[in-house]
């Protein structure tokens, strides 16, 4: 019943899904790590990266995606991302769709900001993997009130033995 | 060591973990999309979805299914589910327990809910795939109080064009 | 293309990284459920549980993790965890890093606790599965002001009929 071609295929299905889900979490962990090196190897190299309304800014390019990173994130003392559950459509062998379930809750100096969002996604394969071709943040809720509680400073000592 | 037979056992396991995963992702993206149609797909014909107390309500069967996502969708001009970690283990080849932690925030024209629980399931395998046979909706937390931040309605122009 | 040593490689590596994310659910599942007992099983012997500043407390070996857990949650008479997206690397055939999202709320008599944190984890292959070597986490937000809404009690009546 079962043979060596289609078990093959079978697998690359699981992985192609797997690939896609890591790509979409390695988002959010490169956000919250502010690491821009990391969320540079996200991408195409023409892909576009979209904020919708209220609060649109967009970029084509891994140079202005990094770039837009960089001026979202730094200003704030707190950002985080939180991905909860997507659902993943193969468009044909070698593309596809998602959609995302989003939170983030960010805070700079005197800007508060909390939301709920889905991340719709367009996905590619490229030789090295598959990439984002397009991310749009659709915004569903959004809070911009003064909330309670503060970020908390990293301690460089916790981080002394730690492999991770 | 590996035999074709034991390689086939162990991916159907995997795909068994991930069909139940995506089920639960699926279910939530239904309720965000508001896509009813994709929601009717999630059941067993005879299946039960219950939500708990203290707002109790229940349905048996897709179309009672389908009746009570409109009924509690309609009046919300917000209303979006966070679907987190989940644990599924199988009772035997076709059947399995589930349970996700959830996070749902809604909004309707004088109402505020927001809350915490856990979706506690019950899967069966059929012809078409992995679908509930019963979903109950354990709350843990609920507040009804007035929150602040507005729903940001959807710009149809924003989705042209995009392929997602 | 195709051989039955590199299906086999290639499933593994899937395997592998599916039950790191599993042994991170079944976590947060321990805790949400107040299951020591599902709690014990996901640490080497000799593993450290760290909570990092500004709540340092930690645990090493699996007795006195438990204890920790006990302690931690028996006051409370809320308390979620809710796990988000994680990134799993694999530092060698039986050892990886992990970082996972996270947020928590709980409630004890006068205290009231909500947070946002990174799960840094260590994890080693035992001979039955996948451990946690070392856990730390990292609060990124906290907040301890009061809010509103209510722990809502479990009625053993639900349960009653549910196979989960």
Redesign the interface.
């Known amino acids: 019943?079962?043979?060596?071609?289609d078990?093959?295929a079978?697998?690359k299905k699981?992985?192609d899904?797997?690939a896609i889900?890591?790509l979409?979490?390695?988002f959010?962990?490169a956000v919250?790590?502010r690491n821009v090196d990391a969320f540079r190897e996200l991408w195409t190299d023409d892909a576009v990266w979209e904020i919708?309304?209220?609060l649109q800014v967009s970029a084509q390019g891994i140079d202005a995606i990094a770039n837009m990173m960089t001026r979202l994130l730094e200003p704030k003392s707190?950002f985080?991302?939180?991905?909860?559950?997507?659902?993943v459509t193969f468009?044909d062998e070698d593309t596809a769709?998602?959609?995302f379930?989003e939170?983030e809750?960010g805070k700079g100096e005197h800007d508060y900001y909390?939301n709920?969002a889905?991340y719709?996604?367009?996905l590619v394969r490229q030789a090295n993997g598959w990439r984002f071709k397009?991310r749009?943040y659709?915004?569903?809720?959004?809070?911009?009130?003064r909330?309670?509680?503060?970020?908390?400073p990293?301690?460089p000592h916790?981080h002394e033995g730690?492999?991770?």
């Not at 019943?1 to 071609?5: C, F, R, T, V």
């Not at 985080?80 to 659902?87: A, D, F, P, Y």
């Not at 659709?138 to 009130?145: A, F, G, M, V, W």
Request: aromatic share 6%; no cysteine.
């Open positions: 019943m079962d043979n060596l071609h078990l093959a079978r697998l699981l992985e899904e797997l889900r890591n979409a979490a390695r959010t962990d919250n790590e919708g309304p209220p707190l985080i991302q939180l991905t909860h559950s997507g659902v468009t769709i998602a959609r379930t939170r809750r909390e709920l889905i719709r996604d367009e397009r749009f659709e915004y569903r809720y959004l809070d911009t009130s909330f309670t509680g503060a970020a908390i990293l301690d916790v730690v492999g991770n």
